[in-house]
Structures are given as C-alpha cells and as structure tokens.
C-alpha cells in the first residue's frame, strides 16, 4: 500500500490556541461576557471583510437563517424554495415559521441549487429562495436573481466565509446573508453565526429580533445615563445573541480568515492536480467567476469506473487513517421530509447522486504538507 508511514487525519480540526485563549481574558476580567463590546467588533470587522453594511452577530447559522425568514415576514401560507442537497437545517427554518419547504434540485458538478430546477419551483406563494454557497462555493446568483427577479434570496453561507462571485464577497449577494462558526468551519467561536445586509430598514429589524425584540441592546441598556430605562418590544424576538467571549474569539479568527483560505486554496490546487488522472474521481469544478472559501474539498466518487463503491472507498481510506464525510445529505431523502412531503428520492436525482456519491476529503488548516501527500498516495494506490 503506503511507502509513507501510516497517518491519522481528521476530516477537520479547528485551529484555535493561545491567541484566541488570551483574548477571552478581558470578557472574563470584566464580567462583560453576554454580547457587548467584543461582538460588535466582530460584527464590524466581518461587515468590513465581506463589504456590506451590517453585520449582526447570533448563535448559530440556524439561527441566522430562522432570523432572515422572520425579518421578511415568512409565515403560513408562504413557500420558500431550498435546494434538496444541504444541510437540514436550510430546511428545517422554514417549518420554524410555518411556512412550506419546497426543494429545488441542485447539479451534481457544484453541489448548488440547479437555476433550471429552480425556475420551475416558483409560484405566486414563493416568498423567498434560500441558495446555498455549499463548501464555501458560492451559487450562481446572478442566474438565480434573473430567474427570480423581486423575490427575497437569503445566502446560506454558512460555509462560505470569505468566498465570493464575480469579485463581489458572499453576504452582500442577497438580501441577507448568513454565516456560520461551527468548528467545521474555515473560522469559528465554537457555535456561532452573522447575519449581513445591505437594507438599512432589515437591519433594525434583524438586530432588534436576535434580542428578544428589545429597541435597546443590553449594552446601551446598562451603560446608558438613564438607568430607568427599559427597552419597548414592539415585535416578537428571540434570545439568538453571541456571548462577547465568543465574540473576543471571533475578532482573532476573523482576521486570520483570508490566511486560511490561501492556505486552503494552495492544497485544494495541490489535490486537483495530483488527482485529476483517478478517473473514478471527480475533483470540484467551476468557473473563473467563483473564489471558492474551500470549507470542504468535496470529490464525487464514479462508482461505473470506481474500484469498489464510495462507502467501501471510505472505509478503505479510514482503515488508512484518513478521515472522509458524505458531503451533506439530500434532505428530501431523510425520513422526516419524505414522509411529511411525500417524496421519493428519484424526484431530485442531481441531490439523489451527491448523497450517494459525494465524499469530502480532508482538508483544513491543521495538516502538514506530508498529510496532504498521504492522502493522494493513498487514493491513488485503491
Ligand atoms: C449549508 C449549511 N447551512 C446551515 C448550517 C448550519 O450551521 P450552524 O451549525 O451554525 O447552525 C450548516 C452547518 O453545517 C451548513 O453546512
């Protein structure tokens, strides 16, 4: 097999230490360790690095996502079209405002929402889309806005930090943008996620709903001249804020972000020219437009050319020490929406053939030069 020696690589490790450490210190001393100052410099320096005017700091992508809907006033009665291969949760936000899912397939080649299957899922109840930049590839949001013109798009970028299309950063290509910090992320604060837009009017709603609906943040709350002061609620809002220690995590990684992703993008180079000759492999295509964030380096294994099928390939390569993931899953193919849209799987065979064929290899900031030419001997010796 190997001539190297045997290696353990994770699919992904965070890279995390002493700095971001260092900088929850002063949350810490402070006893300032809900969202205040820490966040909102995060929230300005991602505003800053993905050129939009508003950047508003939550728990999770999830949460972002649920906000977005809430924002455009989804609720029963309205559609929202997901593409059919992401993660659940695209989904699952939808049926939080009682709206109805309506999945849109995707092409296998990127892994995005496919705009011809879009253009054929919109009727006079859609209310918003939701393309998905899945693996830090943005989707072809000009098509999309041609294809939908009017209609509200909400970027799921949660793996698309740093990525853009057409020179333009992911988070401003839609109306709202967002963004998760899992630690499966090119940069993280353990759980976490932003919202980003350029609509001023959205962006009071947005920062108002992520804290219960309160006019006022806890900071000017506490801080202000006027103690008697509460906030008026105007609307119904959730408790989505970031802590600020979070957000102390987040101002390190943040500024490292365009660090990781050269290095990403140096060794996804690297694997598309060491394994473009694998003919059962098919490495991540498109076009000149695209700067990919490289979240995931997600292959497609040809099981017609392949030396044995993509789980056995998997389990090859973890006998070998080499972590891999499906690349998500087609989510009109989990028991919950199956059974509740009645779909078949074969109804969304672009989202069909990325669950079944997809495979993320490793790919991360943690991995030395001799990991990633362990992992091409590897594939290249099944
Ligand atoms: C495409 C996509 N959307 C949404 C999410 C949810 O992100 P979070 O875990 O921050 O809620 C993920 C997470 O993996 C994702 O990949």
Same mark, same amino acid.
């Given at each position: 097999?190997? +001539?190297?020696? !045997?290696?353990? $690589? %994770?699919?992904? #490790?965070?890279?995390?230490?002493?700095?971001?450490? /260092?900088?929850? *210190?002063?949350?810490?001393?402070?006893?300032?360790?809900?969202?205040?100052?820490?966040?909102?410099?995060?929230?300005?320096?991602?505003?800053?690095?993905?050129?939009?005017?508003?950047?508003?700091?939550?728990?999770?992508?999830?949460?972002?996502?649920?906000?977005?809907?809430?924002?455009?006033?989804?609720?029963?009665?309205?559609?929202?079209?997901?593409?059919?291969?992401?993660?659940?949760?695209?989904?699952?936000?939808?049926?939080?405002?009682?709206?109805?899912?309506?999945?849109?397939?995707?092409?296998?080649?990127?892994?995005?929402?496919?705009?011809?299957?879009?253009?054929?899922?919109?009727? +006079?109840?859609? !209310?918003?889309? $939701? %393309?998905?930049? #899945?693996?830090?590839?943005?989707?072809?949001?000009? /098509?999309?806005? *041609?294809?939908?013109?009017?209609?509200?798009?909400?970027?799921?970028?949660?793996?698309?930090?740093?990525?853009?299309?057409?020179?333009?950063?992911?988070?401003?290509?839609?109306?709202?943008?967002?963004?998760?910090?899992?630690?499966?992320?090119?940069?993280?604060?353990?759980?976490?996620?932003?919202?980003?837009?350029?609509?001023?009017?959205?962006?009071?709603?947005?920062?108002?709903?992520?804290?219960?609906?309160?006019?006022?943040?806890?900071?000017?709350?506490?801080?202000?001249?006027?103690?008697?002061?509460?906030?008026?609620?105007?609307?119904?809002?959730?408790?989505?804020?970031?802590?600020?220690?979070?957000?102390?995590?987040?101002?390190?990684?943040?500024?490292?972000?365009?660090?990781?992703?050269?290095?990403?993008?140096?060794?996804?180079?690297?694997?598309?020219?060491?394994?473009?000759?694998?003919?059962?492999?098919?490495?991540?295509?498109?076009?000149?437009?695209?700067?990919?964030?490289?979240?995931?380096?997600?292959?497609?294994?040809?099981?017609?050319?392949?030396?044995?099928?993509?789980?056995?390939?998997?389990?090859?390569?973890?006998?070998?020490?080499?972590?891999?993931?499906?690349?998500?899953?087609?989510?009109?193919?989990?028991?919950?929406?199956?059974?509740?849209?009645?779909?078949?799987?074969?109804?969304?065979?672009?989202?069909?053939?990325?669950?079944?064929?997809?495979?993320?290899?490793?790919?991360?900031?943690?991995?030395?030069?001799?990991?990633?030419?362990?992992?091409?001997?590897?594939?290249?010796?099944?």
């Amino acid at each position: 097999m190997s +001539s190297i020696e !045997k290696r353990s $690589i %994770p699919i992904s #490790l965070p890279v995390t230490g002493i700095e971001e450490w /260092e900088a929850t *210190k002063e949350p810490l001393m402070t006893g300032w360790i809900t969202s205040g100052p820490k966040v909102r410099e995060f929230e300005k320096l991602f505003a800053e690095r993905h050129q939009v005017k508003h950047a508003f700091a939550v728990t999770s992508a999830t949460t972002a996502l649920h906000l977005a809907l809430v924002a455009l006033n989804v609720g029963p009665g309205d559609e929202v079209i997901v593409p059919a291969f992401t993660w659940v949760s695209t989904a699952n936000v939808v049926l939080y405002c009682g709206a109805k899912v309506v999945f849109a397939d995707v092409d296998p080649m990127t892994f995005n929402i496919d705009p011809e299957d879009l253009a054929k899922r919109i009727t +006079s109840k859609t !209310k918003a889309i $939701i %393309p998905v930049h #899945l693996f830090g590839l943005c989707a072809n949001m000009d /098509e999309i806005k *041609k294809i939908a013109p009017g209609i509200p798009l909400i970027e799921d970028g949660a793996c698309a930090a740093g990525a853009a299309f057409k020179g333009k950063p992911a988070g401003g290509l839609g109306t709202i943008g967002c963004f998760s910090f899992h630690p499966r992320k090119s940069v993280t604060t353990g759980e976490g996620g932003m919202l980003t837009t350029d609509d001023d009017e959205l962006a009071e709603l947005l920062g108002m709903l992520r804290n219960h609906g309160a006019s006022i943040s806890e900071e000017q709350r506490h801080h202000g001249p006027r103690p008697y002061i509460l906030p008026d609620f105007n609307l119904m809002g959730f408790n989505y804020r970031m802590t600020d220690l979070q957000g102390a995590v987040g101002v390190v990684q943040i500024k490292k972000l365009d660090q990781f992703i050269d290095e990403r993008e140096k060794w996804a180079t690297y694997y598309s020219e060491k394994l473009k000759d694998i003919s059962w492999l098919r490495t991540p295509t498109f076009g000149a437009e695209y700067k990919h964030g490289w979240q995931s380096y997600v292959t497609f294994v040809d099981e017609s050319k392949a030396p044995a099928s993509r789980n056995q390939i998997m389990e090859m390569l973890q006998e070998q020490g080499i972590s891999t993931r499906p690349g998500t899953h087609a989510v009109h193919m989990l028991n919950f929406y199956k059974d509740k849209y009645q779909i078949e799987a074969t109804d969304y065979p672009g989202a069909q053939a990325a669950n079944d064929y997809s495979m993320a290899i490793p790919l991360h900031n943690r991995m030395s030069p001799e990991d990633f030419e362990y992992v091409v001997e590897v594939l290249k010796s099944l």
